[in-house]
Nanobody, 128 residues
Framework: VQLQASGGGLVQAGDSLRLSCAASGRAFSSSAMAWFRQAPGKAREFVSGIDWSGKNTYYPDSMKGRFAVSRDNAKNTVYLQIDSLKPEDAATYFC??????????????????????WGQGTQVTVSS
């Protein structure tokens, strides 16, 4: 499985951004996906997760409201919509995939150990 994240860039505070993550392989439609982010000098942080069907999504409390994850299984792509960007949202955003068929729920969606495959990340810079 190869994951290619895109859509990052330099934006102004208050702008919106949609990140995309394109996955290779047939297993995408059977795999839970997630977005994490990492700022320089900080640990990787869970942003959102979505089950294989797209019907169940997961967010830590700190990400509820401005972040929205979605997926299009026909396009092998998962998205992250970020609204009202803040300077503290600046980070490299990574998409990740669990192995096909692995059940992911609210207790496991936020753990980096849930995901077997990681993309290279796309950088988001927010100017104030």
């Amino acid at each position: 499985v190869q994951l290619q994240a895109s859509g990052g860039g330099l934006v102004q505070a208050g702008d919106s951004l949609r990140l995309s993550c394109a996955a290779s392989g047939r297993a995408f439609s059977s795999s839970a996906m997630a977005w994490f982010r990492q700022a320089p000098g900080k640990a990787r942080e869970f942003v959102s997760g979505i089950d294989w069907s797209g019907k169940n999504t997961y967010y830590p409390d700190s990400m509820k409201g401005r972040f929205a994850v979605s997926r299009d299984n026909a396009k092998n792509t998962v998205y992250l919509q970020i609204d009202s960007l803040k300077p503290e949202d600046a980070a490299t955003y990574f998409c990740a995939s669990a192995t096909a068929g692995r059940m992911v729920g609210s207790a496991t969606a936020g753990s980096i150990y849930t995901y077997a495959y990681w993309g290279q990340g796309t950088q988001v810079t927010v100017s104030s």
